[in-house]
């Protein structure tokens, strides 16, 4: 996300790129059901669509793509979708829209400078529109392109190089995460984990305060003995493994080791990770991620990122993304949270806050920046309590005190 120009309060946290300022980290703020977790889901379907587009069918539909379900014109509207990004220190902007069987209209530029350069441009299934000098090359791969495809992706597949980073920012520099996926990707990162990326979690787990001294990861095989246990033939238990096995089907034993100081003396004691706490699990996992994200210029993006994890912690997260040392690749952390002891200008600039608001008598959602309002004539340090009082909008309107029970 772009820093504001005019902001010159903690500079030192900035990522630069080019000409470019970018903000490391965004924390989202609002209330229950105001949409939050809508925008972040909406950022997941886009960056879906575009990396599995080169696996759709030419009869496949978009089934991902939903319109805005609160206004019947708007159910046979195009969504769209717009993203402006730097990735490899080249500023790109693309977007498109798409209904649940078509793309309607895409287009991609490049930042040489501060005017932007076509790539491309597309109206429907067939009008294009190319730079003249390539304008050639550019028609062989519309050719091969289908109404329910990205041009983004058929042309990058077909070794496009105008299309390729920008493509490849969001198949690999771009994920959107919940608790679940923050588990199963950061298990796949510590399945492949080399002794640096072991020696980070365990220096990260050990300054989290979680007495974590060690782990262990085990894969654990299927056995026949399972299967029959729960009824099956001998037959349908080594069929069953067999496919498992064939389809890359595993499991995991993870376990940590906890230094305990008992009668007898200093002991180890080990303890299977699911058996720790919600909070461990998610830092044990999200310390992967954050690993694989500084070494790889990624953003990730977290519904909730507060869940289960102390606010003294969720504020040593958000400082490693600040810390150069450490995120050398410009790595950024997008996050909604509800936590208000975040909310404040020694930990986040003005442009670091977000809040999503819904109108409730028409059920339309909308983002905005705390830098968009003027700093009030109290105390800058004064925002916390703004936002609780209704200054910025973005809380709920709560009357249970009228409520009988």
């Not at 495809?149 to 980073?165: H, V, Y």
């Not at 109290?378 to 703004?386: A, F, I, L, M, P």
Request: hydrophobic share 40%; aromatic share 12%.
């Amino acid at each position: 996300m772009l820093a504001n120009e005019n902001d010159d309060e903690h500079t030192e946290w900035l990522c630069s790129v080019g000409a470019e300022r970018l903000i490391p980290v965004a924390a989202i703020y609002g209330a229950n059901a105001a949409g939050k977790s809508n925008i972040l889901i909406a950022m997941a379907v886009a960056i879906k669509l575009i990396r599995y587009s080169d696996l759709r069918g030419i009869n496949n539909t978009l089934p991902d793509v939903v319109p805005f379900l609160f206004d019947e014109e708007m159910h046979t509207q195009p969504t769209r979708f717009d993203f402006i990004f730097v990735y490899k220190g080249k500023k790109y902007q693309y977007g498109f829209s798409a209904d649940k069987y078509r793309i309607m209209e895409e287009y991609l530029y490049a930042y040489e400078s501060s005017e932007a350069t076509k790539i491309f441009e597309r109206k429907g299934m067939n009008q294009y529109s190319f730079p003249e000098d390539d304008e050639k090359r550019f028609n062989e791969y519309a050719e091969k392109n289908t109404a329910n495809k990205l041009f983004l992706a058929t042309a990058t597949s077909w070794n496009c190089a105008e299309t390729k980073e920008p493509y490849m920012w969001f198949a690999e520099a771009i994920d959107v995460y919940n608790f679940e996926r923050i588990r199963s990707e950061g298990l796949n990162i510590i399945e492949e984990a080399d002794q640096s990326l072991r020696d980070f979690l365990m220096k990260t787990l050990k300054d989290s305060d979680f007495n974590i001294s060690d782990y262990t990861f085990e894969d654990v095989p299927w056995t026949l003995a399972e299967f029959r246990q729960s009824g099956m033939s001998d037959v349908a238990a080594e069929s069953l493994q067999r496919q498992m096995l064939e389809d890359g089907g595993k499991r995991y034993r993870i376990t940590a080791r906890h230094a305990i100081r008992t009668k007898a003396g200093n002991q180890y004691f080990d303890l299977p990770l699911q058996e720790e706490s919600s909070g461990t699990e998610q830092m044990f996992f999200g310390a992967a991620l954050i690993k694989r994200a500084m070494e790889s210029e990624k953003t990730i993006i977290v519904d909730e990122l507060s869940a289960g994890l102390h606010p003294l912690l969720l504020q040593a997260i958000i400082k490693m993304f600040y810390d150069k040392e450490l995120n050398q690749t410009n790595a950024q952390l997008i996050f909604s949270t509800h936590d208000i002891s975040l909310f404040n200008l020694d930990l986040f600039r003005r442009d670091q806050i977000y809040f999503v608001e819904k109108e409730n008598s028409t059920g339309i959602s909308t983002l905005y920046s705390l830098d968009e309002f003027s700093p009030a004539p109290v105390r800058e340090d004064n925002v916390q309590e703004s936002y609780l009082q209704g200054r910025y909008g973005a809380i709920p309107i709560i009357s249970l005190e009228d409520t009988i029970w």
